[in-house]
């Protein structure tokens, strides 16, 4: 099968499963990678175990004025 001008073929595979599709755009294949990559991303979960507070070399010191 021929394809058409700025297509190619493009084979997919998922769950061990293969997909092949025919005449895929061209301009189309970085959008579907940029796509591909945020289902891929591990999920951002928030740290909810209690953190101390950072340690501080600083110290407070108090001066009295009389």
Do not use: W, Y
């Not at 021929?2 to 061209?26: C, R, S």
């Amino acid at each position: 099968m021929a394809n058409e001008p700025g297509t190619a073929q493009l084979t997919l595979q998922h769950n061990g499963n293969f997909f092949v599709v025919d005449n895929f755009p061209a301009d189309k294949f970085d959008e579907l990678k940029l796509f591909a990559q945020t289902l891929t991303q591990p999920a951002v979960v928030p740290n909810m175990i209690p953190q101390p507070p950072p340690s501080s070399s600083t110290q407070i010191v108090r001066c009295n004025s009389s």
